[in-house]
Nanobody
């Protein structure tokens, strides 16, 4: 059964960096787009970043653009999210997702278009 497993979350201070990882259990996701979403308590799940299956395009939410970098390592079936200059507003559970959204950049930001989800990893940024 294909699974996504996140790791790397933790408690950091504002301004610190953290790198999240997402490991795929099989090569099922080779031709899938991969993405990171996050969900803070009492809020809806929010798009963070996505990368196309071929690494040709990366997409970011405005709130993380310039601070976060998504990176896909195909031969290791791994996805990373490098998070720099962290802010308390970045506090959330971060989820890795795989899907096959079609169309323009906006489609990659839509959670319902992703079929597979990891269990999430908590990121807490203190002020």
């Amino acid at each position: 059964q294909a699974q996504l497993v996140e790791s790397g979350g933790g408690l950091v201070q504002a301004g610190d960096s953290l790198r999240l990882s997402c490991a795929a259990s099989t090569r099922t996701f080779y031709y899938y787009a991969l993405a990171w979403f996050r969900q803070a308590p009492g809020q809806e799940r929010e798009f963070v970043a996505a990368v196309t299956w071929d690494n040709a395009n990366q997409y970011y939410s405005d709130s993380v653009k310039g601070r976060f970098t998504i990176a896909r390592i195909h031969h290791k079936d791994t996805l990373h999210l490098q998070m720099n200059s962290l802010k308390p507003d970045d506090t959330a559970v971060y989820y890795c997702a795989a899907g096959r959204p079609m169309g323009g950049a906006d489609m990659f930001t839509r959670a319902p278009l992703y079929n597979y989800w990891g269990q999430g990893t908590q990121v807490t940024v203190s002020s």
